[in-house]
Nanobody, 120 residues
C-alpha cells in the first residue's frame, strides 16, 4: 500500500507560478513511476506529467510542456510539479498517482487532490 498526500495548491493570477508536492509513504519503495493528473470542472481526468522513480525519465502532456516541470527527491519520497506561466485553463484539482507495475499503465494509488485556481 502506498499513501499519497498532495500539497501546494492555491489561487494565483495568470502568468504566476505554483509548486505542488506529493509525499509518498507506506510501501513507496515498490513504486515504479509517479504521475500528476488533473480534473477541471466538466471535464474528465487528464494526464499532466509522469516521472520514473529510479531513472528519472519524464513525460508531459502537450498542453503543459515547456511550462510545467516534474521532479522527484527519492530520499524524501516526494515528487514535485513546478508550474510556471499558469493559465486559467490550468484550473483544476491536481492528483498525484503511483504506478507500481513495470508492465501495466494503470495507476494503483491516488492522492486526495489539491485545488489549483488561476484567475484571469
Amino acid at each position: 500500500q502506498v499513501q499519497l498526500l498532495e500539497s501546494g495548491g492555491g489561487l494565483v493570477q495568470a502568468g504566476g507560478s505554483l509548486r505542488l508536492s506529493c509525499a509518498a509513504s507506506g510501501r513507496s519503495f515498490s513504486t515504479y513511476a509517479l504521475g500528476w493528473f488533473r480534473q477541471a470542472p466538466g471535464k474528465g481526468r487528464e494526464f499532466v506529467a509522469s516521472i520514473r522513480w529510479s531513472g528519472g525519465y519524464t513525460n508531459y502532456a502537450d498542453s503543459v510542456k515547456g511550462r510545467f516541470t516534474i521532479s522527484r527527491d527519492n530520499a524524501k519520497n516526494t515528487v514535485y510539479l513546478q508550474m510556471d506561466s499558469l493559465k486559467p485553463e490550468d484550473t483544476a484539482v491536481y492528483y498525484c498517482a503511483a504506478l507500481l507495475s513495470q508492465i501495466r499503465t494503470q495507476y494503483d494509488y491516488w492522492g486526495q487532490g489539491t485545488q489549483v485556481t488561476v484567475s484571469s
